[in-house]
């Protein structure tokens, strides 16, 4: 892994290299992967915004895109200044030879401060791990799961999916357990433009962004959310998917995509836990990126299997 300082669009940011994957992390407002392509032959697969407004402020949120740290209560996942706050601050970082470590700001009203964590295999995959640290200084436990959110860029209408694995393939009954979120917090909705991109077949829950707003969720038990572009299959999988579902979000889902106007969403949950001042909370995906492969359900359970 070789790590570079470097600058994005003004902003102050690090160059991270490995055998497979260049990525962009952004110090001055993050923590926050705000660029990833494969080393060679690859574009930009995150979508970023073209805004000029840097600064955090409170209750506002801004959509400048890419990987960033979010939290949820266990029930709802909405866009409350809790979930986001501060994602957009100043950021400190370290490195070795095989991790490289940005942490945000602490935020002083909520007490929780974000970080990310991203490392090289040795397999050519990336472990990206989300952190979130109770920083309380009065002994307040934290009660947070972690929300692990890639932007992404969908360019032509038609030319890019997303897809969730939505089945245990060890077992007998092999069931999709998914939800198509009608509405949620900000006054989002999902639209009928939204719904004729959605398809929904044996183990697999696909996603084709047409330029409509709308969402929907699932538990994949192999924690498995693949993105397709004319050049590249970016495949984000949980290390460890937890089966614990009453402490996941709604109807116990770990996966979720999201797709408006401009960019797609790729997210993943990890369940809600209570930790005490100065713990700090792990969510790890690991990260490939591939040549594209085709949309065949059967394919992606064994390419995923391999992966991991």
């Not at 050519?124 to 200084?137: F, H, I, K, P």
């Not at 538990?219 to 495949?235: L, Y």
């Amino acid at each position: 892994m070789q790590v570079s300082k470097c600058r994005f669009k003004g902003l102050s940011a690090l160059r991270v290299a490995t055998d497979n994957a260049v990525l962009t992390i952004l110090l001055s407002m993050g923590p926050r992967i705000i660029s990833l392509k494969r080393q060679y032959g690859g574009k930009e697969l995150m979508y970023h915004s073209h805004s000029d407004k840097l600064d955090y402020v409170p209750q506002k949120w801004y959509a400048m895109g890419g990987a960033r740290v979010w939290t949820h209560d266990g029930y709802h996942a909405d866009e409350t200044e809790r979930s986001y706050a501060s994602d957009n601050a100043r950021c400190k970082w370290d490195a070795d030879p095989a991790c490289v470590t940005v942490w945000g700001a602490a935020h002083k009203d909520f007490a929780i401060q974000r970080g990310l964590e991203i490392c090289e295999t040795g397999t050519g995959a990336l472990e990206v791990t989300s952190l979130v640290r109770n920083c309380s200084d009065g002994g307040m436990l934290l009660n947070a799961g972690v929300w692990a959110i890639t932007a992404v860029r969908f360019g032509d209408i038609g030319s890019t999916a997303l897809g969730i694995l939505t089945n245990d393939r060890e077992s007998n009954w092999q069931v999709g357990r998914h939800q198509i979120v009608w509405h949620w917090g900000g006054g989002h909705h999902t639209t009928p433009g939204f719904m004729k991109g959605l398809r929904i077949e044996d183990g697999l829950l696909r996603v084709t962004p047409m330029s409509y707003e709308g969402k929907v969720m699932a538990f994949s038990p192999v924690g498995a959310i693949v993105t397709t572009t004319p050049d590249t299959s970016f495949f984000k999988l949980l290390s460890e998917p937890d089966p614990r579902l009453s402490s996941l979000l709604p109807g116990g889902c770990n996966t979720a995509i999201y797709a408006c106007n401009d960019f797609a969403e790729s997210e993943t949950m990890g369940p809600a836990t209570a930790i005490r001042a100065g713990q700090t909370l792990r969510h790890t995906e690991r990260w490939v990126l591939t040549e594209p492969h085709p949309w065949n359900a059967e394919h992606l359970y064994e390419v995923v299997a391999a992966i991991k």
